[in-house]
């Protein structure tokens, strides 16, 4: 009995392509920080004008970007969220998908931000409050933390006030002890847990004098309005959530589905400066959405749709991820020729993923065959289909 297994982990020479290695992806799941976007420029016009917005004016503004599985709604967004968040003025989170409801959104977009993140800002503000009432000026949150270290700022001093004054901007009195209990080494890993929705026990919150806990969709939508208005209070310009395969909220019940979507309103009715969300979604959910859930949809009232790539459109796509893999030579969509991009095209139906994942099949092929002379075939390509 033969064994036909051959596993070995000596990498293809892809050098006879002018390549250094494959640069399509095996998966085509795009990366958190993509670097290529070959967007549709309907799509990117959109998107621009909507963070522009939000940035020049600080007046809160949502938008729904729609798209066949594949089509490139996950890549766009994640695409956008990589460029603002570079900026410091803006706090930026990715919600891979809206869960059994806003509590899910909420947790995923605080842990997508992340301890470090929140524990800066919390730096930030005690920052603030030192400046307002005392002769130090930190004027940033490692400043701050390095008075707090070197004994020349005492949270037993500050903190009092700066809970008070954070009670007074978010009117959430536990959220603002949270928030400054990230401080402190005892307590801020409870502070987390908190803040995150994911529960304490009655002796963590009573230790950090907490009386409540975010555990459904009203309190979730109170945590993350309090955010947004400490943020607002220390000059951010806004808050940029990214929610994907919005369409899942199709799989819940009608009456969770619509608590959901009453909860993202809520949210967006007490947020009308400072917040900008960003949906990805199929199209026959967001249809159904726009015709069942008017109050919820009239609150974003903007649509683009990402169409399926054009044979101008799949060979600036494979262009671009070419490039990334060039060493010399080569230029321009080579080694595919023309007739065997217009092929994956036809098979893909202009479907993005496929695209990719198709070409990168075809570009292995290619090279365990030995086919290196001439630029791909149709034929080629074909024979790698099948």
Not at 76 to 104: H, I, M, N
Request: proline share 3%.
């Amino acid at each position: 009995m033969s064994n036909n297994f051959t596993i070995t982990d000596e990498q293809r020479d892809y050098s006879e392509f002018g390549l250094e290695s494959n640069p399509f992806p095996y998966s085509p799941v795009p990366d958190d920080d993509p670097l290529i976007y070959c967007g549709q420029e309907h799509v990117t016009d959109k998107i621009s004008n909507t963070v522009s917005t939000v940035l020049s004016t600080g007046k809160s503004k949502h938008l729904v970007v729609t798209g066949k599985y594949g089509n490139g709604k996950s890549h766009t967004l994640k695409y956008t969220r990589s460029l603002v968040r570079d900026r410091d003025d803006v706090f930026v989170g990715y919600v891979a998908q809206p869960g059994e409801g806003f509590l899910d959104i909420y947790h995923d977009f605080i842990y997508d931000v992340g301890f470090d993140r929140f524990q800066k800002l919390s730096y930030e503000y005690l920052a603030e409050v030192t400046r307002d009432g005392t002769d130090k000026n930190p004027m940033s949150a490692a400043a701050m933390e390095e008075l707090i270290d070197e004994g020349e700022v005492l949270l037993s001093e500050i903190v009092p006030a700066a809970v008070q004054q954070l009670s007074d901007v978010t009117k959430f009195a536990d959220f603002a002890r949270a928030i400054v209990h990230l401080v402190y080494e005892d307590t801020n890993l409870y502070a987390w847990q908190w803040l995150t929705a994911e529960g304490l026990r009655y002796e963590q919150r009573k230790e950090m004098e907490i009386h409540s806990a975010i555990d459904d969709d009203t309190t979730a939508v109170r945590a993350f309005t309090a955010l947004k208005n400490m943020l607002r209070d220390l000059g951010y310009t806004g808050v940029f959530m990214f929610v994907d395969e919005f369409e899942r909220i199709a799989r819940l019940s009608p009456k969770d589905e619509q608590a959901t979507l009453n909860s993202i309103r809520h949210l967006m009715d007490q947020n009308s400066n400072g917040l900008c969300v960003l949906f990805g979604c199929a199209p026959e959910v967001w249809q159904d959405v726009m015709s069942e859930y008017h109050a919820f949809s009239e609150r974003i009232g903007q649509e683009v749709a990402l169409r399926p790539m054009t044979e101008e459109k799949i060979q600036d796509l494979v262009r671009e991820y070419l490039d990334i893999a060039r060493t010399q030579g080569a230029s321009g969509i080579e080694p595919f020729s023309e007739d065997a991009l217009r092929y994956i095209l036809q098979q893909s139906q202009g479907n993005v993923r496929q695209i990719l994942s198709l070409c990168s099949r075809v570009i292995d092929a290619a090279i365990d065959e030995g086919e290196l002379n001439a630029p791909i075939t149709q034929e080629e390509v074909a024979d790698t289909v099948e």
